[in-house]
């Protein structure tokens, strides 16, 4: 994997590293970040903080997503809204059966051409076809699945797509941390980042023991180090 270039900075990549690591990991803020970073010595403010993460955020998330295993064949797809600028759009997410996030995609409309595009981002980014996707009732998936001949993958179900719209809650955790998003564009910018960090730390501790536990959240430390390495 290629090595980040933390060349021209006036900062150490140690305390870049871990600033991105702080927002992106947990809901904090970009002056919550600068708090602790100050309260350990290290004076940087948040705006810098901010140009960090947009910087360095999503070379991150592209070399994290290249490391994880491939996912579940069974696909959970849905919709929420997000109000940007005053305006709705729609945040259409896919998850996996284990509650891997495969995409996120910032759409304008709640419509076929938009399940549409989901469903085509994602078989190419996978390359392969689920043994079954589960879709809430909305008409949309089902007109999508028809356009792709896939339609005998298509479950729906009041109970069967908990794991999607389970999938939401950290999103809006961090939706209400920021005050909204400001732009589709930073919104789809900084969920796919999101969602790529979420996966390498979510260790699911509740199904797991203690010592279980330990070793998969080091193991997720690792990762993270090996991809933040400085070149």
Same mark, same amino acid.
């Given at each position: ?29 970009? $002056? ?8 350990? !010595? /290290?004076?940087?403010?948040?705006? =810098?903080? @901010?140009?960090?993460? #947009? ?83 909305? $008409? ?8 792709? !001949? /896939?339609?005998?993958?298509?479950? =729906?179900? @009041?109970?069967?797509? #908990? ?20 732009s589709a564009g930073s ?45």
């Open positions: 994997m290629k090595k980040i270039n933390y060349s021209g900075y006036r900062f150490p990549p140690e305390i870049i590293q871990q600033a991105v690591w702080l927002y992106l990991r947990f809901s904090l803020s970009f $002056r919550d970040v600068e708090d602790l970073l100050a309260q350990r !010595g /290290i004076t940087v403010s948040y705006e =810098t903080i @901010r140009r960090w993460v #947009n910087h360095f955020g999503p070379l991150i998330a592209a070399d994290l997503r290249k490391r994880r295993p491939k996912p579940h064949t069974v696909w959970h797809l849905d919709e929420v809204y997000l109000k940007i600028d005053g305006r709705l759009v729609y945040l259409w997410r896919a998850v996996d059966a284990e509650g891997e996030v495969l995409d996120v995609l910032v759409q304008s409309r709640r419509s076929k051409q938009a399940a549409l595009s989901l469903m085509r981002k994602l078989l190419r980014k996978y390359g392969f076809l689920p043994e079954i996707f589960v879709t809430d009732d909305l $008409r949309s998936y089902g007109a999508a699945a028809r356009d792709l !001949g /896939i339609q005998g993958r298509h479950r =729906t179900g @009041r109970w069967r797509n #908990n794991r999607a719209e389970n999938s939401h809650q950290p999103t809006r955790r961090r939706e209400c941390k920021m005050q909204g998003f400001k919104a789809q910018r900084f969920l796919s980042t999101h969602a790529a960090v979420y996966n390498t730390f979510n260790v699911q501790r509740h199904l797991t023991s203690a010592s279980t536990h330990r070793a998969l959240r080091a193991s997720a430390m690792n990762t993270w180090w090996n991809v933040v390495a400085a070149a």
